[in-house]
């Protein structure tokens, strides 16, 4: 069902539907793999929720690529730590984060630094220059399930990060055991508002929505009064939160 809505961003107004979106990410991974990226590289994402974040990490699931989206709450040193530990080939990052990309740029050297706005750097990459280039949409070689789709990092509170292999196996049948055991249905509509480079939010209810064939409502961030808007707007079903996230929405005035 290609046609059925896939993806509502509310900070940009656009509707994509599941074939809109396929094609979106399959320009993302054509240009990665344009730029010399090799089945088994990684990349890494700094970026709050957005399209072009989704298109990244989806572009993994086509091209062999591994996407290692980036917590945007961790300091200059830290990401860089986690950069080297990936081994990181580019890193494509939203313009909100500009700062934090210069000082990681300071202590870590990449082959490509690609930017979803204005380059923090005059050297960088426009992420709207490279999915314009010509690149072949051809049949591509299957992915092994067994072969990484991602590397998510933990949270460091005891330590050093580290990053937790999900193959694409692992990606594909959570998502399906998700939708099943939830009951998630294609008719089902869902605010995510929870940061996809969370677990939270890539795994718990973003791909589960998809593999049910559901509606997701992306969110920049959480803000309460958005939220409760958006539900009312969209005719949202379900959503997923964390208990302070239930307690805060149940303060708001628009309760």
């Known amino acids: 069902t290609p046609g059925r809505s896939a993806l509502v961003a ?90 934090r990309v210069a000082g990681l740029r300071a202590t870590t050297s990449l082959p490509y630094w690609i930017a979803f706005d204005l380059p923090a750097c005059p050297g960088d990459l426009r992420y709207a220059d490279i999915v314009s280039r010509p690149a072949p949409h051809g049949p591509r070689p299957p992915v092994s399930p067994e072969r990484p789709f991602c590397l998510l990092y933990t949270s460091g509170t005891t330590g050093k990060p580290k990053g937790v292999v999900l193959p694409h196996r692992m990606i594909a049948w959570n998502a399906v055991n998700t939708a099943l055991s939830w009951g998630l249905r294609e008719d089902d509509v869902t605010p995510v508002f929870t940061p996809v480079y969370h677990a939270g939010g890539l795994s718990a209810f973003l791909l589960p929505t998809f593999a049910a064939g559901g509606t997701v409502v992306l969110h920049a961030g959480f803000e309460t009064a958005e939220v409760w808007r958006t539900i009312e707007r969209e005719r949202c079903t379900v959503a997923l939160g964390v208990p302070t996230i239930w307690k805060l929405l149940a303060e708001a005035p628009e309760f």
């Not at 086509?62 to 890193?91: C, F, K, M, Q, Y």
């Open 10 to 99: 509310l900070a940009t107004g656009e509707r994509l539907s599941y074939g809109e979106l396929d094609r979106r990410a399959r320009t993302c991974g054509s240009a990665l793999l344009g730029l010399g990226l090799a089945p088994g590289d990684r990349f890494g994402v700094l970026s709050h929720n957005r399209v072009e974040l989704l298109e990244a990490i989806l572009a993994a699931g086509s091209t062999g690529l591994v996407a290692v989206p980036l917590n945007t709450r961790l300091t200059a040193r830290e990401l860089s730590g986690i950069a080297a530990d990936a081994g990181l080939s580019a890193l494509l990052y939203d313009g909100a984060l500009a700062e």
